[in-house]
Structures are given as structure tokens and as C-alpha cells.
């Protein structure tokens, strides 16, 4: 059966459903939240590779997070809550986790990125990161600005369409998107804001990040 794709204004209004996972604690010592989104549930947007018959409809979303002056952090782990949207529910083969340098308004240059399957409950995705032969967090980073994106693998008539939840209080800067072959028709090709491309109030999007943080040497 043919999937049916609906418009991106549409997809946008939809509700969100399912919920945040607790911290898997992976291998390699006592982790904590260091960077904590995963509250005040909105509406979701796309961000997914798709088939490669559906190429033109995929997407990235993104946002911010800032290690403080004077810490290093080490992530073992990151937590999205997110959801299947339409008749077919998962689970996408592989999320992919990237991490941007880049200005305080959109990612520009990718610092890190990991392929990983993660554990999928109902599309709030839990992404325990690789380490390095003795157990610690192979992604450090140093204090400064970073951006970072959850892209679920998936065709669309194994996934429909996962949503990356929103959180409708923004923290620093405020949520991107863009659809670089313009499938969605929205004209962000390049990095916007989400409001941008669909309209609706300044928005974040839903996740944590967890591991170490250390002094910066």
C-alpha cells in the first residue's frame, strides 16, 4: 500500500506522544544528567533519512547546549523523546547522533557523528554513545557552544514519520530544522528556526545529555 505523506504544516500539529527513558548508566562509572530538556511537552518535527524513494523528504532537526566555563565533558549517553507518527510504528533501524560546532544560531560544522541503535520505547530513543577500551565516554568536549542532531533511519513503511518532541520553553537558542532537497515544501534548505519553516511559538526540542563532567585541564 501506497504510504501517504501529509503536508509539513500538518505533521507539525500533530500531538506527541511517548516519554522519556531513564539513563542506562553504560559501562565505565557513575554518570549524571549534564544537560537536562526532556520537559514541557509541545508538538514534534520530523527528522529522518528516509528510503531512498522518499530521499527529497529528509530532514535534520537540531539544538544548542553549552558546557559551562571551566568543565569538560565526557557523554556516554543521550536521551530523546520523540514518537512514531501515522499508521505504521517502528522501530527505525539506526538513529544517527551528531554533534556541531558552530555560531550561537544554527550548527555549522560537524564534530562527531555515531550510527547506534538505540533502545526504542514507542520512539523516545535511549543512545548509549561509544567508549573507549577502558570504559570512558569516547565524545569529550571541552567548555563551548555545541549543537546537536537525532536523525532516525527508517523507511516509511516501517516508521511513518518520527517526531523529535518539542519542549516549548526555549533554553539559550532556540530549535533548527532544515530539508536540504525541500520534499516538505517549507523553503528551509539550509538551517532555520522551527517556527520559521511551520509557524507556531519559539520552540526547543526534547533531550538529555548524560555522562562526567571534570575540570577543564
Wanted: aromatic share 12%; proline share 5%.
Amino acid at each position: 500500500m501506497k504510504t501517504q505523506f501529509a503536508t509539513a504544516a500538518a505533521i507539525l500539529a500533530l500531538a506527541m506522544s511517548g516519554g522519556f527513558v531513564n539513563p542506562a548508566h553504560a559501562a565505565g562509572g557513575s554518570y549524571v544528567v549534564l544537560w537536562n530538556q526532556n520537559a514541557n511537552f509541545g508538538n514534534g518535527v520530523n527528522s529522518q533519512t528516509y528510503q531512498s524513494s522518499k530521499s527529497a523528504y529528509d530532514d535534520v532537526a537540531a539544538d544548542d547546549f553549552i558546557v559551562p566555563n571551566g568543565e569538560t565533558w565526557r557523554i556516554s549517553e543521550v536521551d530523546v523523546t520523540g514518537a512514531y507518527v501515522g499508521r505504521h510504528q517502528g522501530p527505525a533501524s539506526s538513529v544517527q547522533i551528531s554533534i556541531y560546532a558552530g555560531p550561537k544560531w544554527h550548527p555549522k560544522r560537524i564534530l562527531k557523528s555515531y550510527t547506534v541503535s538505540c533502545t526504542d520505547n514507542d520512539g523516545s530513543f535511549q543512545c548509549v554513545l561509544p567508549t573507549k577500551k577502558r570504559g570512558n565516554p569516547a565524545l569529550k568536549l571541552n567548555s563551548g557552544h555545541y549543537w546537536l542532531s537525532v536523525v532516525a533511519n527508517c523507511r516509511s513503511k516501517i516508521c511513518g514519520q518520527w517526531k523529535w518532541t518539542e519542549n516549548t520553553s526555549v533554553t539559550d537558542y532556540e530549535g533548527v530544522w532544515e530539508n536540504p532537497a525541500n520534499g516538505w515544501k517549507t523553503a528551509c534548505l539550509g538551517w532555520d528556526l522551527i517556527r520559521g519553516c511551520f509557524g507556531g511559538n519559539p520552540v526547543d526540542l526534547a533531550f538529555d545529555l548524560i555522562g562526567t563532567s571534570t575540570p577543564s585541564k
